[in-house]
């Protein structure tokens, strides 16, 4: 290897370079470049903590090199020819006085700078240094002027075990975050209807077919985490005072108090704890009930209203008798009725007469909820598949809601969070989006195999969740249309309707909680206001919670 460097003539010349001076200014370019991979796969370099108390050689200097000093060949490369008989016996001598040095510390980190190692001799005869004292290099400065490319340090197996293993930990990642479950509810003996958190979020209410309502402690997720079966929640109390079973249920934060319909036709009013209590706590005793005077009829749903910037001062109840009514839910006072409505709302127009004229009986409400777009207003739904907005402050009928498709009843219907839109579930399979400002139908989706009977947006208003009669729950990402590359699988049929269609909705998750009982399966779901948690109720009598 010594006598293949210490002789010039030997380089083998790469193919195109005739004339001398560019065949020496080429070689020393390449040396150099040599010279600076010697350094960066030196153990110093590659391993910095472990080689700090390394010897020093014989004349006591530091064994730590100083990085060499890479430059473009310029005019000196001319001279290069004449030092090269110079360079060749210091090679042989340098090599000589290290090179047992090397043998017992196996330390192959000398790559000498021009200047400090060799008095100034041409940057060749440096280069030729480095190669000799690094064994490692070896083999590329013979290999070097054919092919540069053999040169260069073998880094690629390590990339690729490296992009391998990042590839693999991103294929283990989920698209989007799915729900899994975290604890069931079986203490009621027969369906549980309704679903509401207290006003702190620590607290879950559950209104049944068996006349109760139960109030859980909500544990928190740590003591939740791991096996799917793990209880997340701690039964409080019982509530009772109701004679039929319980079908409605809504929490005012403001007024920490939680109000409860019926099929007994009352509503009630249970004062809560001010805090959410733990079992067997004294504030449980103390939970008042107030029965509301004035209604008449099977209550099926309510929803709370703001008025005069007062939060939740306004109680919305629809019955079965065909009418909307409104309560003042006033702190300091007994709730009282203050406005009430039918079909037609409290202002018919002459077209609604004759409407009027025509029908045998009153279309029933059966859902009433508010729209954060516009909180003066209240979104019902009937029972005859039409969806009405009514003024609050007067119960005038602002619009009226057709869906594309013809639809049967209405089971549920939701306000967007965010955006002016509501929508509604129906017996035909079938949810349908409507824009409160406009009055169209944004969309038409087929979400189940049999009737849709609840659904729910959470509070981001990104995600819808729905459940149906045949006992599954399915997780939807709500789209414009614009940003979805294609119309969903499960998008109305209808070309004249799918081509109107402003929003798609795409099934992300789908869930099988509940067991069906007399032709009827899961009966509510609600989100969380604050916290990633989605409760869903069915006719097996159980709640099941998903986080």
Same mark, same amino acid.
């Given at each position: 290897?010594?006598?293949?460097?210490?002789?010039?003539?030997?380089?083998?010349?790469?193919?195109?370079?005739?004339?001398?001076?560019?065949?020496?200014?080429?070689?020393?370019?390449?040396?150099?470049?040599?010279?600076?991979?010697?350094?960066?796969?030196?153990?110093?370099?590659?391993?910095?903590?472990?080689?700090?108390?390394?010897?020093? &050689?014989?004349?006591?200097?530091?064994?730590?090199?100083?990085?060499?000093?890479?430059?473009?060949?310029?005019?000196?490369?001319?001279?290069?020819?004449?030092?090269?008989?110079?360079?060749?016996?210091?090679?042989?001598?340098?090599?000589?006085?290290?090179?047992?040095?090397?043998?017992? =510390?196996?330390?192959?980190?000398?790559?000498?700078?021009?200047?400090?190692?060799?008095?100034?001799?041409?940057?060749?005869?440096?280069?030729?240094?480095?190669?000799?004292?690094?064994?490692?290099?070896?083999?590329?400065?013979?290999?070097?002027?054919?092919?540069?490319?053999?040169?260069?340090?073998?880094?690629?197996?390590?990339? &690729?075990?490296?992009?391998?293993?990042?590839?693999?930990?991103?294929? =283990?990642?989920?698209?989007?975050?799915?729900?899994?479950?975290?604890?069931?509810?079986?203490?009621?003996?027969?369906?549980?209807?309704?679903?509401?958190?207290?006003?702190?979020?620590?607290?879950?209410?559950?209104?049944?077919?068996?006349?109760?309502?139960?109030?859980?402690?909500?544990?928190? =997720?740590?003591?939740?985490?791991?096996?799917?079966?793990?209880?997340?929640?701690?039964?409080?109390?019982?509530?009772?005072?109701?004679?039929?079973?319980?079908?409605?249920?809504?929490?005012?934060?403001?007024?920490?108090?939680?109000?409860?319909?019926?099929? &007994?036709?009352?509503?009630?009013?249970?004062?809560?704890?001010?805090?959410?209590?733990? +079992?067997?706590?004294?504030?449980?005793?103390?939970?008042?009930?107030?029965?509301?005077?004035?209604?008449?009829?099977?209550?099926?749903?309510?929803?709370?209203?703001?008025?005069?910037?007062?939060?939740?001062?306004?109680?919305?109840?629809?019955?079965?008798?065909?009418?909307?009514?409104?309560?003042?839910?006033?702190?300091?006072?007994?709730?009282?009725?203050?406005?009430?409505? &039918?079909?037609?709302?409290?202002?018919?127009? +002459?077209?609604?007469?004759?409407?009027?004229?025509?029908?045998?009986?009153?279309?029933?409400?059966?859902?009433? =909820?508010?729209?954060?777009?516009?909180?003066?207003?209240?979104?019902?739904?009937?029972?005859?598949?039409?969806?009405?907005?009514?003024?609050?402050?007067?119960?005038?009928?602002?619009?009226?809601?057709?869906?594309?498709?013809?639809?049967?009843?209405?089971?549920?219907?939701?306000?967007?969070?965010?955006?002016?839109?509501?929508?509604?579930?129906?017996?035909?399979?079938?949810?349908?989006?409507?824009?409160?400002?406009?009055?169209?139908?944004?969309?038409?989706?087929?979400?189940?195999?049999?009737?849709?009977?609840?659904?729910?947006?959470?509070?981001?208003?990104?995600?819808?969740?729905?459940?149906?009669?045949?006992?599954?729950?399915?997780?939807?990402?709500?789209?414009?249309?614009?940003?979805?590359?294609?119309?969903?699988?499960?998008?109305?049929?209808?070309?004249?309707?799918?081509?109107?269609?402003?929003?798609?909705?795409?099934?992300?998750?789908?869930?099988?909680?509940?067991?069906?009982?007399?032709?009827?399966?899961?009966?509510?779901?609600?989100?969380?206001?604050?916290?990633?948690?989605?409760?869903?109720?069915?006719?097996?009598?159980?709640?099941?919670?998903?986080?």
């Amino acid at each position: 290897m010594i006598k293949q460097l210490s002789s010039s003539n030997n380089v083998k010349v790469p193919l195109g370079v005739k004339d001398a001076k560019g065949r020496a200014k080429s070689r020393a370019y390449l040396q150099q470049c040599l010279q600076e991979i010697a350094y960066l796969t030196s153990n110093v370099t590659l391993n910095p903590i472990a080689n700090q108390s390394d010897t020093t &050689d014989a004349k006591g200097e530091a064994s730590h090199p100083s990085r060499p000093l890479f430059h473009i060949p310029g005019a000196e490369s001319s001279t290069e020819n004449k030092n090269n008989s110079n360079s060749n016996h210091q090679i042989q001598d340098l090599h000589t006085n290290n090179f047992n040095q090397q043998k017992d =510390t196996h330390d192959y980190r000398y790559s000498y700078d021009v200047s400090q190692t060799h008095g100034g001799q041409s940057s060749t005869s440096a280069v030729k240094s480095a190669i000799s004292l690094n064994p490692s290099v070896d083999n590329c400065a013979q290999k070097l002027p054919e092919s540069v490319q053999e040169c260069k340090p073998n880094l690629t197996p390590t990339l &690729d075990r490296t992009i391998d293993s990042s590839t693999e930990k991103l294929a =283990t990642i989920p698209d989007v975050q799915l729900w899994n479950p975290r604890g069931t509810i079986m203490a009621h003996f027969d369906s549980v209807r309704s679903l509401a958190y207290d006003s702190f979020g620590h607290g879950l209410f559950t209104a049944s077919d068996d006349c109760t309502i139960k109030y859980w402690h909500l544990l928190s =997720t740590e003591s939740s985490e791991g096996a799917s079966d793990d209880p997340v929640v701690e039964q409080l109390t019982t509530m009772r005072g109701h004679e039929a079973p319980v079908t409605c249920l809504v929490c005012s934060r403001k007024l920490n108090v939680l109000f409860s319909g019926s099929q &007994d036709t009352t509503i009630r009013q249970w004062i809560l704890p001010n805090d959410t209590p733990t +079992k067997h706590s004294s504030a449980l005793d103390a939970m008042d009930q107030i029965i509301l005077p004035g209604n008449s009829g099977i209550v099926w749903d309510l929803a709370l209203f703001p008025m005069n910037a007062q939060e939740d001062s306004i109680l919305a109840s629809v019955s079965a008798d065909g009418m909307i009514r409104l309560w003042s839910t006033d702190a300091k006072a007994s709730p009282r009725l203050f406005l009430s409505w &039918d079909y037609f709302g409290t202002q018919p127009s +002459k077209e609604a007469d004759a409407e009027r004229q025509s029908l045998t009986c009153l279309p029933v409400p059966k859902s009433v =909820t508010k729209c954060s777009a516009d909180l003066k207003v209240c979104v019902v739904a009937f029972s005859n598949g039409i969806v009405k907005l009514f003024e609050l402050a007067s119960g005038r009928e602002v619009r009226r809601f057709n869906p594309s498709l013809p639809t049967s009843q209405v089971r549920a219907v939701v306000g967007h969070p965010t955006l002016p839109l509501v929508a509604a579930a129906y017996e035909d399979k079938y949810i349908h989006l409507y824009d409160i400002h406009t009055g169209s139908c944004t969309l038409s989706l087929q979400a189940h195999d049999q009737g849709v009977a609840c659904l729910d947006i959470d509070p981001s208003g990104l995600t819808l969740v729905s459940g149906s009669h045949d006992g599954k729950v399915r997780f939807w990402d709500l789209l414009k249309s614009s940003e979805s590359g294609s119309t969903s699988a499960t998008a109305s049929t209808s070309n004249t309707a799918a081509s109107n269609q402003e929003y798609t909705a795409v099934c992300f998750q789908e869930l099988s909680p509940h067991q069906m009982k007399q032709n009827e399966g899961v009966l509510n779901v609600t989100y969380h206001p604050s916290m990633p948690f989605v409760a869903t109720a069915g006719a097996d009598g159980t709640v099941h919670m998903y986080g």
